[in-house]
T-cell receptor, first 115, second 115 residues
Framework: DGGITQSPKYLFRKEGQNVTLSCEQN?????MYWYRQDPGQGLRLIYY???????QKGDIAEGYSVSREKKESFPLTVTSAQKNPTAFYLC??????????????FGSGTRLTVV | AQSVTQLDSQVPVFEEAPVELRCNYS??????LFWYVQYPNQGLQLLLK??????LVKGINGFEAEFNKSQTSFHLRKPSVHISDTAEYFC?????????????FGKGTHLIIQP
């Protein structure tokens, strides 16, 4: 079955450490997104990508970086510059950015905790 | 730019009672509208969407929503809830013609079903 796979499900980061969250999709979707979720704050957009080798900052990009070297993969790196990284991170994809939307397909999320 | 307001952060309801979760949006152009459900520690799942046509939209798990253009609302309803409906519900909007950053989400409504 097609879908989005996020790994790992749980991740622990030490102070000053960079960590990378994986997101892979086999839906042949063009667009991919990263969201951060905190209690009571809803979903906040970190980065999005419409095509390979191109990505755009969202509302809260500071302290994060991404790459899109392959259509099916959109990894997110949480850098040491992100001062409060503890959160639930969601990856999503959609078929056509800006076209009649089928909606987003979401991964099951990665919970990142700073220790 | 579009925005979404979910008027209630929490809605407690007794089992088998009806429920309405409210969603209002703001946009200078026509929009597409979505409702998503999130169970604990999982990603979001599409409940239903309004793209065009009939203003009453039926979705999965017995939910429906009605698009009201004059009131810029897209409220979600279910005539009789079950314990399994306990979850976080998100309303989302996308501008027709393509917002550059895809969907904008509300902050969510936590539906609590009481036995």
């Amino acid at each position: 079955d097609g879908g989005i796979t996020q790994s790992p499900k749980y991740l622990f980061r030490k102070e000053g450490q960079n960590v990378t969250l994986s997101c892979e999709q086999n839906l042949n979707h063009d667009a991919m997104y990263w969201y951060r979720q905190d209690p009571g704050q809803g979903l906040r957009l970190i980065y999005y990508s419409q095509i390979v080798n191109d990505f755009q900052k969202g509302d809260i990009a500071e302290g994060y970086s991404v790459s899109r070297e392959k259509k099916e993969s959109f990894p997110l790196t949480v850098t040491s510059a992100q001062k409060n990284p503890t959160a639930f991170y969601l990856c999503a994809s959609s078929a056509i950015l800006g076209g009649p939307p089928s909606g987003y397909t979401f991964g099951s999320g990665t919970r990142l905790t700073v220790v | 730019a579009q925005s979404v307001t979910q008027l209630d952060s929490q809605v407690p309801v007794f089992e088998e009672a009806p429920v309405e979760l409210r969603c209002n949006y703001s946009s200078s152009v026509s929009v597409y509208l979505f409702w998503y459900v999130q169970y604990p520690n999982q990603g979001l799942q599409l409940l239903l969407k309004y793209l065009s046509g009939s203003t009453l939209v039926k979705g999965i798990n017995g939910f429906e929503a009605e698009f009201n253009k004059s009131q810029t609302s897209f409220h979600l309803r279910k005539p009789s809830v079950h314990i399994s409906d306990t979850a976080e519900y998100f309303c989302a909007v996308s501008e027709r013609g393509g917002g550059a950053d895809g969907l904008t989400f509300g902050k969510g409504t936590h539906l609590i079903i009481q036995p």
